[in-house]
């Protein structure tokens, strides 16, 4: 699935992944002793999640992401929304997103595997 996402012309190979240990130095920098360390991204997207409903469209993630101090194209945007998921409207379930970059990559998959796939 990664290696789809890496296609994009405008994002490229390896791209996301930097961009992804970024984020996270960047959240590890940012969080105050004994806070949870998911909580600077958890304000900084609630701040952009105007109807709080949990989401953001790729404009609000993008802005958020200035916000905290991280520049993301569009381009990477939606290569992270492909990989993190989004729901038919387009828009990203930004806990979904705040667990997958702040668990990493083995955790993710030993998750993946728990999920059902296909007719239920």
Not at 49 to 63: H, P, Y
Request: with cysteine; glycine share 8%; aromatic share 8%.
């Amino acid at each position: 699935k990664e290696a789809l996402l890496e296609q994009n012309p405008s994002c490229p190979p390896g791209r996301i992944q930097h961009l992804e240990d970024s984020m996270r130095k960047l959240v590890m920098k940012k969080r105050v002793l004994h806070e949870k360390i998911e909580l600077p991204l958890e304000r900084a997207f609630n701040h952009y999640d105007t109807n709080n409903n949990g989401k953001l469209d790729t404009r609000r993630f993008i802005a958020a992401w200035v916000r905290l101090g991280i520049k993301v194209t569009e381009a990477e945007a939606h290569a992270i929304f492909n990989k993190f998921g989004k729901d038919k409207d387009g828009c990203m379930p930004y806990k979904v997103f705040i667990s997958g970059l702040m668990l990493g990559k083995a955790r993710l998959l030993g998750m993946a595997s728990d999920v059902q796939k296909g007719a239920f």
